[in-house]
């Protein structure tokens, strides 16, 4: 059976209060209901930016973002037998704290320091997002 490929892209999003870097965890309702970073699938014509803003923006209500250059980071697994999906994280820091979560995909939100990211998150790929962007954030 041929694999079908999807393509998502989101970013790791933090932003800066006291001196600390605090980075956004999203808890997915979806059956399995886990926390994880922002993301949603590729629209026909679009790029990859365009993408990860566009879902940052429906699911989180973030639209005064700095993307950082120089960041982008990607990485595969099987969410089924026959899907094969490619995932695109870029970087981006928010100005704000405020959040309007998209309540059909989103329930709650969380900014956190990056020792409580690495518990809170389900995922080890997201967990490895994340360590790449605060090892970046810290070069």
Request: proline share 2%.
């Amino acid at each position: 059976m041929k694999k079908i490929l999807k393509k998502a892209c989101g970013a790791v999003i933090f932003r800066r209060e006291n001196n600390q870097i605090l980075y956004l965890t999203v808890l997915y309702k979806s059956g399995l209901d886990y926390w994880g970073l922002v993301k949603g699938h590729v629209e026909s014509g679009e790029t990859e930016h365009e993408t990860a803003k566009r879902e940052i923006a429906e699911e989180v209500g973030l639209t005064n973002l700095t993307f950082y250059d120089g960041f982008r980071i990607e990485g595969k697994y099987n969410p089924t037998p026959n899907i094969k999906k490619l995932v695109v994280f870029f970087l981006a820091e928010a100005h704000t704290a405020k959040i309007t979560l998209q309540l059909s995909e989103q329930v709650d939100y969380r900014w956190l320091p990056f020792e409580d990211m690495m518990k809170q998150l389900k995922y080890k790929q997201n967990r490895k997002f994340v360590r790449k962007a605060d090892a970046f954030l810290k070069e």
